[in-house]
């Protein structure tokens, strides 16, 4: 079953502009990833926040993490048409071996 | 370094046939994972392995046997396809603990007609 779902399923931008995705999670994690995935291409590792942080960047990336309410938000500022992609975020348990359960992915879509 | 190779990147298979997807890494992860991804369902595990000879299910584990007898390799074999096998197929590797990221292969699209 899916453990992360996104939202929006799909967002459509101006360039410049900045865009926010959300994912709701339902089990406690070890940490949560955001991925970016190109039309038909692997996923690609953006960035990653341990369960014990609020708040991490990365450029232009803006995630946080609030465990009590068991969601995450993918900030991308100033938006480029190259930023175009479907982004994912996945959730690592904190029981176990180390596997990645995935949401279904927003689709971002900027134009110029 | 090529990070995690996949191959081969296309494949038809008529139902009841058998074929392996090769994955192979370079990175020395111990983690290895298979998913499939299907429109709108984002991506499910299939098997993974968290180092050489052990393997566990995933979420969707039916129709699929893997086998890590080496750090490198990891390969999926599809016993007797079937159309519900028509996918894109996902292998990606990790460090153990997963904390760096995951790295992805480019793809197999499968289709089983």
């Known amino acids: 079953s899916q453990q992360g779902e996104e939202d929006p399923q799909a967002l459509s931008i101006q360039e410049g502009e900045n865009a926010t995705m959300n994912c709701s999670y339902k089990t406690s994690i070890n940490n949560l990833q955001w991925y970016r995935q190109n039309s038909g291409r692997g996923l690609v590792h953006l960035i990653l926040?341990?369960?014990?942080?609020r708040e991490k960047h990365s450029g232009r990336l803006r995630v946080t993490l609030d465990t009590s309410k068991k969601s995450s938000s993918l900030l991308i500022t100033a938006s480029r048409a190259a930023d175009t992609a479907s982004y994912f975020c996945a959730t690592e348990g904190n029981s176990g071996y180390s596997t990645l359960t995935f949401g279904k992915g927003t689709m971002l879509l900027v134009s110029p | 370094n090529a990070g995690v190779t996949q191959t081969p990147k296309f494949q038809v298979l008529k139902t009841g046939q058998s074929m392996t997807l090769q994955c192979a890494q370079d990175?020395?992860?111990?983690?290895m994972s298979w998913y499939r991804q299907d429109p709108g369902m984002g991506l499910r595990l299939i098997h993974y392995s968290v180092g050489a000879g052990i393997t566990d299910q995933g979420e969707v584990p039916n129709g699929y046997n893997v086998s890590r007898s080496t750090t490198e390799d990891f390969p999926l074999r599809l016993l007797s396809a079937a159309p519900s096998q028509t996918s894109v197929y996902f292998c990606a590797s990790s460090r153990q603990g997963g904390m760096g990221g995951y790295t992805f292969g480019s793809g197999t699209r499968l289709t089983v007609v």
């Open positions: 990175m020395n992860h111990e983690y």
């Open positions: 926040i341990r369960s014990n942080e």
